[in-house]
């Protein structure tokens, strides 16, 4: 059974920073390309950052370029999303998510973890 497990949302301060974690397992978690994604209210999803497995190469949305950084542990089966300079209108829900490698279309999702962001 696939399970992505999302954590380490919460609520924190303009500035502040937080780690989110998603925990894998049911399937081969090194041949998946791993991202975060994220919907506020009334929002559509929008998609946050990737990361590859064979070259760590990693890919970021505009408006987290440089606050954000993804990583993961292929020992662990778990990827992670390290939020820093948070703004309120990093507000969401963040949903972690897997494809393979030779696809487009992420097949596997987490329940998701939100983050609140208060000015």
């Known amino acids: 059974q696939v399970q992505l497990v999302e954590s380490g949302g919460g609520l924190v301060q303009a500035g502040d920073s937080l780690r989110l974690s998603c925990a894998a397992s049911?399937?081969?978690?090194?041949?998946?390309?791993m991202g975060w994604f994220r919907q506020a209210p009334g929002k559509e999803r929008e998609f946050v950052a990737r990361?590859?497995?064979?070259?760590?190469?990693?890919y970021y949305g505009d408006s987290v370029k440089g606050r954000f950084t993804i990583s993961r542990d292929n020992a662990k089966n778990t990827v992670y999303l390290q939020m820093n300079s948070l703004k309120p209108e990093d507000t969401a829900v963040y949903y972690c998510a897997a494809r393979r490698v030779e696809t487009i279309t992420y097949n596997y999702w987490g329940q998701g973890t939100q983050v609140t962001v208060s000015s």
């Open positions: 049911g399937f081969t978690f090194s041949r998946h390309v």
């Open positions: 990361i590859t497995w064979s070259d760590r190469h990693t």
